[in-house]
């Protein structure tokens, strides 16, 4: 009977010393964990930093560069940001070279007064003087927009025909999986190109999006209905059927959690997926040819020769960008393997 | 790929194995059977979507751009007029749905893609041809390579025993499957092609040459090659090693490799036989899923080096509209990968004892 | 046949011979993000030619852990942090890689946990037994033909009760139970004379496991090999083993001959466990163990039993009980050693657990 007591003594001392320690506690179980995984998993931190410096850099850029006046004295153009719809430098400024690249005037030959000043082309024009920075920081945000449009959309119709084909099972499910599996063995650049083609009109950066999300739903769809299925047969989920639990709930409540990394996973690889395949049918031309999106660049370095003619500065930058992107995508993807695969961490 | 791997992955199969020999000898007795079909599935669906989707727009661009051609007169204007005469009586828009559905499926069974418009009187099929000798030689070779690069070097990443210094010398290789090949391909032209001036920076062989089975003439191909090649096969190699590396260490993690060690077999045999044998099947699984997006990424690296395959034959089709052509390089390929996937999907139950075709 | 462990101190020198395996003040770590988790926290004892000993404990308590050190197959981050293992006299602690592969399945073979995955997927069940043999031939010995190592094939899987005809097929194509005789092919296909038998019957169905451990008999009879049994089961234990071991937390807790054991068993937590076997006397209620076993990253400081124990007392919140030998068994409980001064306590204990301690007695 003595003992009974000392236990009570034993859980109450527990309880006071943890209502002290809570903040501590909260550290040591919400704070802590955050920076143990980021050591352990160091390429999500650096992939999310990259992408989160590149957004930066743009919208920085295009806050600053709206408020410079233009380059020429045409009414039209409010800001430099302007320049990439009509090229804004002055006439005969063609192909300028990045104004601090004092090695490229042999490359271009330049006239003495109208050598460029300290920042004015940052990142030089292309022959038909479209001011570069301007184009790209116009660029950086369209592209991501199609993928991240892409991205949203095509994880959006996967998960819900997974869900449907995983809850429904039956005659939806094996409609489903054979129209996945058709899919994926049918490349969905060419199905675009051709519709691109019929259609006749330049497509926005958004319908791009909804294109691309239109022939990239399926791998997404893949990905989580087979995770859905591994979850259907997981004792709570059990559990809950049984207990009354209507599907939505069960979904909800008791997959969703279990789902979010194959989900969010998913979502990058389709997002980084749309970006190439975007860029890839931009260059091909069949972009928005009024649009100063990455791909379309890259459609008039090929179309204009920009290699051959020495003009580095036309691809180099766009270049950059789209592997900050890429390779951001990558280490995030990466990282989130290893969060929704526990065994891939230990040899990072 | 999808059917051997689920079938696979049926714990029913496991568990009771003398109905799981009935059910599978029952299944695959014609696997190979239902693969074909899937196969003429997989080709049926994506010509259907080419044919339904334009005419959901109400639109026939084709047939205006015919007859803008013919308009434009000049020798093959006759021609021409021919042409649209017989667009519009088989696929115009003014004939039922229905028929000009059969009409279109007809062709497509013949593989008759009909006459370009750009290059009239020359068929599609005809340039197809002289296009897709290069195509094959360039991608055959460089995605094989590239496989079995990839799969040695993401079998040593995943590898535990491998030393440390290894995952730091493939960092790079593993960064530079994240960019796109057409980029890399742009890098790779201004190194050797300009600056250095080793290499040529466009064609398949240099212009002059005609083409012949001389050793100079091989040398010449070969030498325009490289770049492209390289651009392809850095990406890819990164590609196959990233999956081949997680497929190892999940391997790594699976009990009968620790009972390999308790058995105290040698490393090698253990890396050979055990873990690489068990992690190169889903590696083979994946072959199929990704043949397309390698091959839509070399068809652009194509246009960057006008390599005269198939891929750049199409990007100067689209800048012509020339319709007939796009479709017949579209459909070859949606036609060839689908070939390639069922090729993979039929080999596979050779490489693993769990999938069988019939009973044996 | 079990020595405590001033008794395996005393008779080193002239013990090596007799023992096949012996093993002192083992300790096995995991490094994880939060702290080392002592899997395996200084535990000592002795196999000899021959004997059964089976290792007996809640899931978590070591007992797998252990077994895997003993055939030095612990994986990162888990590592041996002290101790010494002897196997015929050899420490295999610190023996190089090529000279341990070469040992097990020699000297040493592991009957695996779980047979269902343990033979290699996509070979046939005979490549399996044969490349075992072949990696051991030695320098000397030329390497044998096909036919003789079919032949030994054939024997070996008529011996663990299976028909020869299993060599040709691949392990998909058997039953747990048929895979399961398969690893012990594999086990004694060079006559080691120590048996690591992790679990050998779990997954398996009751019917099959009683066959399994009675061709493990057996085998181990016909090889006259030591035999360490890792279960969690006591009834099907106690059934094969001559002496047996409890674990509890990383710790051996007790060790006897089986009939001593169950007769009278002295740790706490064996009593617990014994008086836990579900029985036909329906008039006995059934008893569980009160209480979880603690994590082992934070366990309770003194002995680590205390929060489940019925016999708990002041001592076991601030000390460690010590391994002891009594009637010619050992026990680790500060029922049966002596009471010792107070000022060894505060010396010997941190002050949360002196606090602790006070607590306990208020």
Redesign the interface.
């Known amino acids: 009977m003595a003992r009974a007591a000392d236990t009570r003594n034993l859980t109450m001392s527990t309880r006071a010393r943890l209502a002290r320690r809570r903040w501590g506690v909260f550290y040591q179980e919400r704070i802590e964990p955050i920076f143990l995984y980021s050591r352990r998993n160091p390429s999500l931190i650096v992939g999310l930093a990259m992408l989160g410096t590149l957004l930066l850099f743009t919208v920085i850029g295009l806050l600053g560069y709206s408020q410079l006046e233009p380059h020429t004295n045409d009414p039209s153009q409010n800001s430099r940001l302007d320049a990439y719809v009509s090229g804004g430098a002055p006439v005969g400024d063609k192909r300028m070279p990045p104004s601090w690249c004092t090695w490229c005037e042999d490359i271009v030959e330049l006239e003495g007064d109208k050598k460029p000043t300290l920042f004015q082309y940052p990142m030089g024009t292309d022959t038909q003087s479209r001011d570069l920075f301007a184009t790209n920081l116009r660029g950086i945000p369209l592209t991501l927009g199609t993928g991240l449009i892409a991205g949203l959309l095509s994880v959006g119709i996967g998960t819900v025909t997974a869900f449907v084909a995983a809850y429904y099972r039956g005659v939806p499910d094996v409609v489903i999986r054979l129209l996945t599996d058709v899919g994926i063995s049918i490349p969905g650049l060419l199905i675009l190109i051709i519709i691109r083609i019929q259609l006749g009109t330049e497509l926005l950066w958004w319908q791009l999006g909804a294109g691309l999300a239109a022939v990239g739903w399926v791998f997404s769809s893949r990905t989580v209905r087979s995770q859905v299925l591994v979850l259907r047969e997981q004792p709570y989920v059990e559990i809950a059927r049984q207990s009354g639990m209507s599907g939505l709930a069960i979904i909800f409540r008791e997959m969703m959690p279990n789902l979010i990394p194959y989900i969010t996973a998913s979502f990058v690889a389709s997002v980084a997926g749309s970006i190439l395949a975007s860029i890839g049918l931009e260059a091909l031309g069949l972009g928005d040819f009024s649009s100063p999106s990455l791909g379309m660049t890259v459609y008039w370095v090929i179309q204009f020769g920009a290699i051959t003619l020495g003009m580095w500065w036309w691809w180099l930058f766009p270049l950059a960008f789209i592997v900050i992107i890429f390779v951001s995508l990558f280490l995030i993807s990466a990282g989130l393997d290893e969060w929704s695969n526990p065994r891939l961490r230990r040899q990072v | 790929m999808?059917?051997t791997a689920t079938r696979r992955n049926n714990p029913a199969?496991?568990t009771k194995?003398n109905s799981?020999?009935a059910f599978i000898a029952a299944f695959f007795g014609n696997f190979i059977v239902q693969r074909f079909l899937?196969f003429l599935?997989?080709v049926w669906?994506?010509a259907t979507?080419?044919f339904i989707?334009?005419r959901l727009?109400g639109?026939d661009?084709?047939k205006e751009k015919l007859l803008l051609e013919a308009q434009r007169g000049g020798s093959v204007q006759a021609g021409m007029n021919e042409m649209a005469k017989e667009y519009s009586a088989r696929l115009g828009l003014d004939l039922p749905i229905q028929e000009q559905y059969i009409n279109y499926m007809t062709d497509l069974a013949q593989l008759d893609f009909g006459y370009s418009i750009a290059y009239f009187p020359r068929t599609v099929n005809e340039i197809i041809l002289d296009s897709i000798v290069w195509s094959i030689g360039l991608m055959t070779v460089t995605l094989f390579l590239a496989f079995v690069l990839g799969t040695g070097a993401g079998a040593l990443l995943?590898w535990?025993r491998s030393p440390g210094w290894l995952?730091y010398a493939f960092m790079p290789l593993l960064?530079l499957?994240?960019?796109?090949q057409?980029?890399l391909g742009?890098?790779l032209?201004?190194i050797f092609a300009?600056i250095l001036n080793w290499l040529p920076?466009f064609g398949a062989y240099s212009p002059g040459n005609l083409p012949e089975w001389s050793l100079g003439f091989v040398l010449d191909v070969l030498r325009h090659a490289i770049l492209p090649a390289l651009a392809i096969l850095f990406s890819a190699v990164g590609f196959w090693a990233?999956g081949m590396?997680?497929m190892m260490?999940?391997t790594q993690?699976?009990?009968?490799m620790?009972?390999?060690?308790?058995?105290?077999?040698?490393g090698t045999?253990i890396f050979v036989?055990?873990a690489i044998?068990?992690a190169l099947?889903p590696q083979v699984t994946g072959l199929?899923?990704s043949?397309?997006?390698l091959?839509?990424?070399a068809?652009?690296v194509e246009?960057?080096f006008q390599y005269p395959g198939l891929g750049n034959t199409?990007?100067y089709a689209?800048?012509v509209?020339d319709?007939f052509q796009?479709?017949g390089i579209?459909m070859t390929?949606?036609i060839s990968?689908?070939m390639a996937?069922m090729v993979v999907d039929l080999v596979y139950p050779l490489?693993?004892?769990?999938v069988k075709y019939t009973q044996s | 046949m079990v020595t405590t462990e001033q008794e395996t101190h005393s008779s080193n020198a002239s013990g090596d011979e007799e023992f096949a395996l012996r093993v002192e003040d083992l300790k096995v770590y995991y490094g994880t993000p939060r702290g080392t988790v002592k899997a395996v926290d200084g535990v000592s004892f002795n196999l000899k030619q021959g004997e059964r000993f089976a290792l007996v404990g809640e899931s978590g308590s070591g007992k797998s852990t252990l077994a895997m050190a003993i055939m030095r197959l612990t994986r990162e981050p888990g590592h041996i942090a002290g101790g010494h293992i002897y196997l015929n006299g050899r420490d295999v602690v610190d023996m190089p890689e090529r000279e341990i592969r070469s040992i097990r399945l020699r000297e040493m073979a592991l009957v695996p946990q779980g047979a269902m995955n343990s033979l290699n997927p996509v070979m046939r069940v005979g490549d399996q037994i044969i490349d075992g043999i072949l990696d051991h031939v030695s320098s000397g010995e030329s390497q044998p033909n096909r036919a003789t190592l079919n032949e030994r094939v054939h024997d070996l899987l008529v011996r663990v009760g299976l028909d020869p005809s299993v060599a040709r097929l691949h392990p998909h194509e058997l039953s747990g139970g048929m895979k399961q005789r398969v690893a012990m092919a594999i086990a004694i296909s060079l006559n080691p004379n120590i048996i690591v038998a992790d679990e050998p019957t779990s997954a398996l169905d009751v019917v099959v496991q009683r066959q399994i451990m009675q061709t493990l008999g057996r085998l181990q009879e016909g090889l006259e090999a030591a035999v360490l049994l890792v279960g969690h089961d006591m009834g099907l234990v106690a059934q094969f083993a001559d002496t047996i071991g409890v674990m509890y937390a990383g710790k051996l807790v007790e060790v006897g001959s089986v009939p001593d054991v169950f007769k009278d068993p002295k740790h706490p937590y064996t009593k617990l466990l014994i008086e836990s076997l579900p029985s036909f006397d329906i008039s006995r209620k059934f008893v569980g163990i009160p209480g979880m076993q603690p994590a082992l990253l934070n366990l309770p400081p003194g002995c680590s039993f205390n929060p489940r124990c019925p016999s708990v007392h002041e001592r076991c919140f601030s000390e460690i009980p010590a391994f002891l030998p009594i009637d010619g068994r050992g026990v680790a409980c500060h029922l049966y050693d002596e009471p010792v001064i107070p000022a060894e306590v505060g010396a010997s204990a941190d002050g949360t657990s002196i606090q602790r301690g006070e607590e306990a007695t208020n």
């Open positions: 999808t059917t199969l496991n194995p799981a020999v899937l599935l997989t669906v994506a979507v080419i989707l334009p727009t639109q661009p084709v995943g535990s995952s960064t499957s994240a960019i796109p057409y980029m742009l890098v032209m201004f300009i920076f990233i590396r997680g260490i999940n993690g699976e009990d009968f620790i009972q390999a060690d308790a058995k105290g077999l040698n045999r036989r055990y044998r068990n099947l199929a899923i043949f397309g997006t091959l839509t990424g068809v652009l246009v960057l199409l990007f689209i800048r509209s319709f796009i479709t579209v390929i949606i990968l689908a996937t490489i693993d004892p769990r």
